[in-house]
């Protein structure tokens, strides 16, 4: 199995265009993690280890860390800004491991 790379994510409770710009300007990426067996869980990750990953391995494993708890994923889609191509937001899917 390839490396995994751990990331730590918050949790996010407040939702919409103006929290996620706060965060994206606090250096937060917003994501969301999601599987078959796994609800939904909206997150906050790490924007320059994020934008690191995409760059160098999109296809790499990821140990995502929130509420105590790891879940390994994989990166499904990124939505990035169509000019400055900053990073706007990233799906998880959730792999068993």
Known sequence: MADVIRLE???RTDFGKG???????AGKVPAVVYGPNLAP???ELPGHEVFMIVKNN???TLSI???GKEQLAVIKDVQRHPVRRDILHVDLVAVEG
């Open 65 to 67: 860390a929130f509420d």
């Open 9 to 11: 994510a918050t949790v």
């Open 41 to 43: 869980v909206h997150v």
């Open 58 to 60: 999109r296809q790499a």
């Open 19 to 25: 929290f996620a710009r706060r965060s994206r300007m």
